[in-house]
């Protein structure tokens, strides 16, 4: 690992000397792929989207898979899906693009159930080798595709693995409702499957040299496209989130299907992503790790005003958006807030416990905000459904909103800074781990 930072350190310092940065795609996010694979789609569960799929994603990718090959099925995870149709619609593009004669499927959780009506066609079903059920109801070889049921009793919602009539199981132990998807350790299980008893080469992400990133701006939770929303990428200071120049490295805009970029991304480097849209009062800021290699699910799910999706909580009650607080969702891409497994602290207050983050709500997202409005942090729970949604919490922190200071983000030993932003003029400020 020492030789991997040393050496991107170098990259960096040579790029420096030949000038500023160009951000031009200059090489074609599949190169090197092996078109032998078949392409993988994964079907999300409740409230999801094809981001829960990205650091898995990239494992594909290097393991072989060209990056475009790891699609993923956005659909409305509120309300009706619309059924089988077009998520057939949508595997037959991508046999077409690939030019494969069949692909690998994916279900996760409630994607499960929407993986099983599909596949209950056999004119449908012929389409699929193989079939990675994930957190998801017994199931046996559906349609009969080759079934794999992957689970784990720390799942607080699915439970353990069941399969049943042929189907095989994979038990990972101590892992929540979503982790059991994006893990690892997941991906050893399904890759091994996908590729007929062959073991993945390895079982990290390896770094890149040009890396190209993109992903999607959609609604929350119906994951409709947000056409014409506008992508700013900042490129900022690692030890205070500061943006290293005025004017934003790339504007990009979201295409009719909500795709934005891709822009070619610093090894090492961090950036603000900023998002703003006709459909939201506020700006949307996001700060991520920084990239290790190339990446097309950065997903920027937005509650708005669009017709059909469903408003956020500071939506409903923008009161808490004032010019004294920041207000913060800090998110773990990967999993829930586990007490007992992760630690979450902000300016040094740990926020992961069974108090505020308790395991059988499987909190993936939390609001930071002065919830009783009394001017300092209680941390204490915010009491009320509309933040303690599912995989939802809040905890009563005062943040001060003050100009060229931050705030200290430390989870499982990674660091992000972040600017404490007025909340009055630029809303909520999301604070990604993966």
């Given at each position: 690992?020492?030789?991997?930072?040393?050496?991107?350190?170098?990259?960096?310092?040579?790029?420096?000397?030949?000038?500023?940065?160009?951000?031009?795609?200059?090489?074609?996010?599949?190169?090197?792929?092996?078109?032998?694979?078949?392409?993988?789609?994964?079907?999300?569960?409740?409230?999801?989207?094809?981001?829960?799929?990205?650091?898995?994603a990239m494992l594909f990718a290097s393991n072989g898979y060209p990056?475009?090959?790891?699609?993923?099925?956005?659909?409305?995870?509120?309300g009706t899906s619309g059924g089988p149709e077009p998520l057939d619609k949508f595997i037959d593009a991508v046999l077409r693009r690939t030019g494969a004669k069949k692909v690998d499927l994916v279900g996760h959780s409630r994607g499960t159930g929407e993986s099983r009506t599909y596949l209950s066609d056999p004119a449908r079903a012929v389409k699929v080798a193989h079939y990675a059920n994930i957190a998801g109801r017994p199931i046996n070889n559906a349609g009969g595709v080759p079934t794999l049921v992957v689970g784990s009793a720390g799942d607080k919602i699915a439970g353990a693995p069941v399969a049943q009539e042929g189907a095989k199981?994979?038990?990972i132990p101590g892992q929540d409702h979503v982790k059991v998807c994006t893990s690892t350790e997941s991906f050893e299980q399904v890759y091994t499957f996908f590729n007929d008893g062959e073991k993945p080469r390895t079982l990290k992400i390896e770094p890149q040299k040009d890396i190209l990133a993109g992903g999607y701006v959609k609604?929350?939770?119906?994951?409709?496209p947000l056409p014409g929303a506008t992508v700013y990428v900042y490129e900022v200071a690692a030890n205070t989130g500061?943006?290293?120049?005025?004017?934003?490295?790339?504007?990009?805009?979201?295409?009719?299907?909500?795709?934005?970029?891709?822009?070619?991304?610093?090894?090492?480097?961090?950036?603000?992503y900023v998002v703003t849209d006709k459909t939201i009062a506020h700006p949307r800021h996001y700060y991520r790790e920084p990239l290790q290699r190339s990446d097309r699910l950065i997903y920027f799910r937005i509650a708005s005003k669009a017709a059909g999706s469903t408003p956020g909580p500071l939506d409903k009650e923008p009161k808490y958006l004032?010019?004294?607080?920041?207000?913060?969702?800090?998110?773990?891409?990967?999993?829930?807030l586990t007490p007992g497994q992760d630690s979450l602290t902000v300016d040094g207050a740990e926020l992961v416990s069974e108090a505020l983050t308790p395991a059988r709500r499987t909190v993936v997202s939390l609001y930071l905000l002065d919830g009783n409005e009394n001017g300092k942090t209680d941390g204490t729970p915010v009491p009320g459904l509309i933040w303690n949604g599912p995989f939802a919490g809040a905890v009563d922190m005062f943040l001060p909103a003050k100009p060229h200071q931050h705030v200290e983000f430390k989870f499982n030993g990674r660091t992000l800074n972040v600017p404490a932003w007025k909340g009055s003029e630029n809303g909520q400020v999301y604070v990604v781990f993966d």
């Open positions: 690992m020492n030789n991997l930072r040393a050496a991107a350190a170098i990259f960096l310092v040579a790029e420096a000397a030949l000038g500023a940065w160009d951000p031009t795609p200059k090489t074609d996010i599949d190169a090197g792929g092996e078109k032998k694979r078949r392409p993988v789609v994964f079907v999300h569960g409740f409230l999801g989207a094809g981001e829960q799929y990205e650091h898995v990056p475009t090959w790891i699609v993923t099925y956005d659909y409305n995870s509120l199981a994979a038990n609604s929350y939770g119906q994951n409709n500061e943006r290293l120049a005025k004017k934003p490295l790339v504007t990009l805009t979201a295409a009719a299907d909500g795709q934005w970029g891709p822009f070619r991304a610093k090894p090492g480097q961090h950036y603000e004032t010019d004294a607080a920041a207000v913060f969702n800090v998110r773990q891409q990967n999993g829930a």
